[in-house]
């Protein structure tokens, strides 16, 4: 099973028509890779359905790297288990 | 004295192709864009042939992260306006941007973004619409995203009157050339109205011709065995901009745009006027604008859609201003081939007239084999003809009540 970083990156690559190896745990999603407001709004609903949660706070807020986006799907995973 | 407004650069997307030269061609050699759609999408459609258009790819003319950003009729108008924006040789980083503009008219705007997010929403719920929903479906969203792609600060909004959205967009800016608040306008029209939703719309009204077994045959304005228009996609843009600003950086010059003419119906939101006289007031309003008298023009490129109502109403509309002379003027409706891009026919149609202009050639109406006795003028059946042409009209009618009629002249100094 792909861990959460390898589907992190693959739907953040996705989303922005990028290389996967353009993006690692440090790159910042708006600043380094462009992103704008709505590619990150798309983003959410992607991890939504991928991980199956749902993302209530205003991630913007709080997410910069994709490193952050990693340890907050994680933490979402592990609390409902 | 109101400054003079001139064409200098094509661009189309149709479903005979994106190169105004090569459609231009098969148009004149009576080819039809026309086909069957065979995806399992469209079982148990009624009508089951459109004009899609089949060429096209969004990578020509969007980086590969946008274009799941901006819907099919906008990737049109992106495509037909770099082809226009090339051909003129405009570069817009040397104009200034706040006298620049882009007028892109659809009818319908992002109709497969409402469907598919539609979809989602039925299916898994509100918190699965993509953030683009709106952002694609505005019809507003071709003229916003050409604006972007040349840093225009002119208006950049839609004109949306139906299948009469590209006249009406193309005049608004010929009107803001002539009143001196803009020096370029990008302008035309775009439309991808080709969906499910789309299609079985218009199939409801039974405004479609369920000439499944024959598509190229299909669209046949003007014959007795019409059953309706085809629906079809694509965009048609032109540039326009006053003669100074054209002569200042010695732009190759296409054509003249010399008169417009707008009029509504207002009767019925869908059936037009039997008697066509709205309409033939609109084409009246044209002539005067452009100071024109009736022999002068000598083509006219109608709406001809292929319903029965719609075909009768523009030759009785073209019977009352022309008078006998309507009887002498060369007609066709190049629906023919491409079939009805609806709010884009009248952006591709008046390519097609310049063309004619520049070429000398004008084009048939296709199918054309067993005349309506109602319509009785000279539709040019089946065969393009050679003619001097100096001034053509070109009629957009569309639902809503909208009569817009262009014409356009062969520049002259």
């Not at chain 2, 039974?206 to 304005?221: F, G, M, V, Y």
């Not at chain 2, 054509?255 to 009246?284: F, R």
């Not at chain 2, 202009?357 to 539709?379: A, H, M, R, S, W």
């Amino acid at each position: 099973m792909a861990s959460v970083k390898e589907d992190v990156i693959n739907i953040i690559a996705d989303q922005l028509a990028l290389s996967k190896d353009q993006i690692n745990e440090e790159t910042d999603i708006a600043n380094d890779l462009g992103a704008d407001s709505l590619d990150i709004a798309e983003m959410m609903i992607a991890f939504e359905e991928k991980f199956d949660i749902s993302i209530n706070e205003d991630p913007a807020e709080k997410i910069s790297t994709v490193g952050q986006v990693i340890k907050y799907i994680e933490s979402r995973l592990n609390a409902d288990t | 004295m109101k400054p003079r407004v001139v064409v200098t650069g094509l661009g189309h997307v149709t479903p005979l192709g994106l190169s105004v030269d090569r459609v231009w061609k098969d148009i004149c050699l009576g080819k039809s864009g026309i086909r069957a759609l065979t995806d399992e999408l469209y079982l148990g459609f009624r009508s089951k042939i459109a004009g899609r258009c089949i060429d096209f790819s969004p990578e020509n003319c969007i980086e590969p992260k946008d274009i799941k950003k901006v819907d099919r009729f906008a990737q049109f108008a992106l495509s037909a306006a770099k082809d226009a924006v090339t051909q003129s040789g405009i570069d817009f980083s040397q104009e200034n941007p706040y006298r620049c503009a882009a007028m892109i008219g659809s009818g319908v705007g992002g109709l497969s973004e409402i469907e598919i997010n539609f979809g989602k929403l039925l299916e898994k719920g509100a918190a699965r619409v993509s953030p683009f929903t709106i952002p694609k479906m505005m019809s507003n969203a071709a003229g916003g995203h050409v604006s972007i792609r040349y840093g225009l600060h002119g208006p950049s909004f839609a004109v949306s009157s139906a299948c009469a959205s590209s006249n009406d967009a193309i005049s608004y800016a010929v009107q803001l050339i002539r009143h001196g608040v803009m020096d370029v306008v990008i302008a035309g029209g775009a439309e991808a109205a080709l969906t499910r939703l789309g299609l079985a719309g218009f199939c409801a009204m039974r405004a479609l011709s369920e000439r499944n077994d024959e598509p190229e045959k299909a669209s046949r304005p003007f014959d007795c065995d019409r059953g309706g228009f085809v629906l079809s996609e694509g965009s048609g843009i032109i540039i326009l901009e006053s003669l100074e600003h054209a002569k200042a950086r010695k732009a190759k010059i296409f054509a003249e745009m010399l008169g417009c003419g707008a009029l509504s119906d207002a009767t019925h939101i869908t059936q037009p006027d039997e008697d066509g006289t709205i309409a033939s007031s609109a084409m009246q309003n044209a002539l005067n604008d452009a100071g024109l008298n009736c022999e002068q023009i000598g083509y006219i490129n109608a709406h001809g859609t292929g319903t029965i109502l719609g075909d009768i109403a523009e030759t009785n509309a073209i019977k009352q201003v022309f008078g006998d002379f309507a009887y002498k003027i060369p007609i066709s409706s190049t629906k023919s081939q491409l079939g009805h891009l609806l709010g884009a026919s009248g952006g591709v149609e008046l390519v097609f007239c310049i063309k004619a202009i520049e070429t000398g050639i004008i084009p048939p109406t296709i199918n054309l084999d067993n005349p309506d006795p109602k319509c009785d003028l000279d539709y040019t059946p089946n065969h393009a003809r050679e003619a001097k042409l100096d001034y053509i009209l070109s009629n957009s009618f569309g639902f809503g009540g909208h009569n817009s009629t262009l014409i356009v002249g062969r520049y002259k100094d």
